[in-house]
């Protein structure tokens, strides 16, 4: 057992004797910081939100929130949190805290009411608070309530005068207060001022990632510094199970009681994290967040654009990656139909070398895939140029934060009113997420009509092998594959099929 250690609130405190599965969740709570509560233990409600100073994105640090209930307390060795009771201020000895500009607004236009879920809330809200680039200072001075403006008159229905997003909160859930007191403390809080301690902060570097080899009860939780050890260590231990945002696992540990001798964690190798635009394609590192993709693209990949406010929750993208939506092999992951569409390809690698695998060839059954033991996605490649007509459909319960019954990824080339190519990518329709190949060849050399949507729209019902479940029955799965296709052609053309 090593001397991990971690930041909390400003104060350095040892790891141990926490086992290495132990949740920052637990962790926190045992040290008495019981703000942060379990709701649902699998990142549905938020109830157990913290801030975690990571790399930025238009500045040096960015206060990300996540699930503590997901992430192991092992995963922040040598970082830096802060949970709602580190918001407030002590200014003297002996004197009351001065609440958060956040959680004074919450307090004064009656956002909590049995108070279980609003420290989550709050540490949700305090992330989009501290953004950056929420807003400029024309649109809101400094202090809490400047440019509060009445609600949403101001912005729309998702956004405030402020320039505070409201999907920062999609993945907290309040059962009692109800969301209008909560949304307009949102809208409400201002720029942070020029004083605030971690708004100065984020000028300054994160914490470097720090080798790890924290062992308990013959279990360990392993950090390496470079992929070249980390691809020897897995190597040597091929039942190690392999960790990044820990949104999958993490519900495994809490609902399933899993327990693994070896974790490895990939989360912060530099070689898992770069973003490279070339002049033929998009490499896209493996172990960046789904925040990190989106704000770093800023738009340039329509389709993944479309895809990443219907996937989960922030509170989960700001943890969850392409590798490990991938590396689960679930044929429900919101991903792979998208990147099946864009034609993506994998690049694999072990302690031999590396290959680049075809996205469509990577799926040999359900959670199986070609990767070989011991081996790690390294990146995602994208190919250029994109196909200029693009749509993703996520069909599910919920509009957000919600497992797809069935999704539906297309990219079209058309040009002078025939369809050069077609690729389509489906998800929940098979063990495996699967292209559409006869539904791409009934749309490829002809022209993009009702006719031709309407045809194809048959051909589409009956790809893939549907089944019933709790989500959905196989008959509706297979009536929204067909809609997909009528939908995507009324979005392109002025014409509704008939």
């Given at each position: 057992?090593?001397?991990?250690r971690?930041?909390?609130?400003?104060?350095?405190?040892?790891?141990?004797?926490?086992?290495?599965?132990?949740?920052?969740?637990?962790?926190?709570?045992?040290?008495?910081?019981?703000g942060?509560?379990e709701?649902?233990?699998?990142?549905?409600?938020?109830?157990?939100?913290?801030?975690?100073?990571?790399?930025?994105?238009?500045?040096?640090?960015?206060?990300?929130?996540?699930?503590?209930?997901?992430?192991?307390?092992?995963?922040?060795d040598g970082?830096?949190?802060?949970?709602?009771?580190?918001?407030?201020?002590?200014?003297?000895?002996?004197?009351?805290?001065?609440?958060?500009?956040?959680?004074?607004?919450?307090?004064?236009?009656?956002?909590?009411q049995?108070?279980?879920?609003?420290?989550?809330?709050?540490?949700?809200?305090?992330?989009?608070?501290?953004?950056?680039?929420?807003?400029?200072?024309?649109?809101?001075?400094a202090?809490?309530?400047?440019?509060?403006?009445?609600?949403a008159?101001?912005?729309?229905?998702?956004?405030?005068?402020?320039?505070?997003?409201?999907h920062?909160?999609?993945?907290?859930?309040?059962?009692?207060?109800?969301?209008?007191?909560?949304?307009?403390?949102?809208?409400?809080?201002?720029?942070?001022?020029?004083e605030?301690?971690l708004?100065?902060?984020?000028?300054?570097?994160?914490?470097a990632?720090?080798?790890?080899?924290?062992?308990?009860?013959?279990?360990?939780?392993?950090?390496?510094n470079?992929?070249?050890?980390?691809?020897?260590?897995?190597?040597?231990?091929?039942?190690?199970?392999?960790?990044?945002?820990?949104?999958?696992?993490?519900?495994e540990?809490?609902?399933?009681?899993?327990?693994?001798?070896c974790?490895?964690?990939?989360?912060?190798?530099?070689?898992?994290?770069?973003?490279?635009?070339?002049?033929?394609?998009?490499?896209?590192?493996?172990?960046?967040?789904?925040?990190?993709?989106?704000?770093?693209?800023?738009?340039?990949?329509?389709?993944?654009?479309?895809?990443?406010?219907?996937?989960?929750?922030?509170?989960?993208?700001?943890?969850a990656?392409?590798?490990?939506?991938?590396?689960?092999?679930?044929?429900?992951?919101?991903?792979?139909?998208?990147?099946?569409?864009?034609?993506?390809?994998?690049?694999?690698?072990?302690?031999?070398?590396?290959?680049?695998?075809?996205?469509?060839?990577?799926f040999?059954?359900?959670?199986?895939?070609?990767?070989?033991?011991?081996?790690?996605?390294?990146?995602?490649?994208?190919?250029?140029?994109?196909?200029?007509?693009?749509?993703?459909?996520?069909?599910?319960?919920?509009?957000?934060?919600?497992?797809?019954?069935?999704?539906?990824?297309?990219?079209?080339?058309?040009?002078?009113?025939?369809?050069?190519?077609?690729?389509?990518?489906?998800g929940?329709?098979a063990?495996?997420?699967?292209?559409?190949?006869?539904?791409?060849?009934?749309?490829?050399?002809?022209?993009?009509?009702?006719?031709t949507?309407?045809a194809?729209?048959?051909?589409?019902?009956?790809?893939?092998?549907?089944m019933?479940?709790?989500?959905?029955?196989?008959?509706?799965?297979?009536?929204?594959?067909?809609?997909?296709?009528?939908?995507?052609?009324?979005?392109?053309?002025?014409?509704?099929?008939?």
């Amino acid at each position: 057992m090593t001397a991990a250690r971690i930041t909390v609130n400003g104060k350095e405190a040892p790891i141990a004797p926490a086992a290495p599965h132990t949740t920052v969740l637990d962790f926190l709570r045992e040290r008495g910081l019981t703000g942060t509560k379990e709701g649902c233990a699998e990142g549905e409600c938020g109830a157990c939100s913290v801030l975690v100073a990571r790399p930025g994105v238009n500045k040096p640090t960015d206060w990300v929130p996540v699930n503590a209930c997901l992430v192991p307390v092992a995963a922040l060795d040598g970082q830096e949190v802060v949970t709602s009771e580190g918001l407030a201020t002590v200014e003297a000895p002996g004197t009351a805290p001065v609440l958060h500009p956040v959680q004074e607004e919450m307090a004064v236009r009656g956002g909590s009411q049995c108070g279980y879920c609003t420290p989550g809330f709050v540490c949700s809200m305090a992330g989009e608070y501290y953004r950056p680039d929420r807003c400029a200072a024309a649109d809101c001075g400094a202090g809490a309530g400047a440019g509060a403006g009445e609600g949403a008159e101001a912005g729309d229905a998702e956004h405030g005068p402020n320039g505070f997003d409201l999907h920062a909160l999609s993945g907290n859930l309040c059962r009692c207060t109800g969301y209008r007191p909560i949304r307009d403390a949102a809208f409400a809080v201002g720029a942070p001022a020029d004083e605030d301690p971690l708004a100065r902060r984020r000028d300054q570097a994160p914490p470097a990632p720090v080798a790890t080899d924290y062992r308990q009860d013959d279990r360990a939780f392993v950090r390496r510094n470079t992929l070249a050890e980390t691809l020897r260590l897995l190597r040597e231990r091929p039942d190690a199970v392999v960790v990044a945002g820990s949104t999958d696992w993490g519900v495994e540990v809490n609902i399933r009681s899993r327990r693994a001798d070896c974790v490895v964690a990939v989360d912060r190798l530099p070689e898992l994290r770069d973003l490279r635009v070339e002049s033929d394609h998009i490499e896209i590192g493996a172990a960046l967040t789904l925040t990190e993709i989106e704000r770093r693209l800023d738009g340039t990949v329509p389709l993944l654009a479309e895809l990443f406010p219907q996937f989960a929750s922030r509170l989960i993208r700001n943890g969850a990656t392409l590798g490990g939506n991938l590396g689960t092999g679930s044929p429900i992951g919101d991903s792979p139909p998208v990147l099946l569409a864009l034609e993506a390809s994998l690049v694999l690698a072990d302690a031999d070398g590396e290959r680049v695998v075809p996205l469509a060839e990577y799926f040999t059954g359900y959670r199986q895939s070609v990767r070989r033991p011991g081996e790690l996605i390294r990146a995602v490649r994208l190919p250029l140029p994109l196909s200029p007509v693009t749509a993703f459909h996520k069909i599910a319960k919920r509009r957000f934060d919600d497992i797809s019954s069935v999704a539906v990824a297309f990219a079209l080339d058309v040009e002078g009113g025939t369809v050069r190519k077609a690729r389509i990518g489906l998800g929940g329709v098979a063990a495996t997420p699967v292209r559409a190949l006869a539904t791409e060849a009934a749309l490829e050399g002809r022209p993009w009509t009702a006719e031709t949507a309407g045809a194809a729209a048959e051909v589409l019902r009956g790809e893939g092998t549907p089944m019933s479940d709790h989500r959905a029955s196989a008959g509706y799965r297979s009536a929204m594959l067909g809609q997909s296709l009528l939908k995507l052609y009324a979005q392109t053309t002025e014409a509704v099929p008939s």
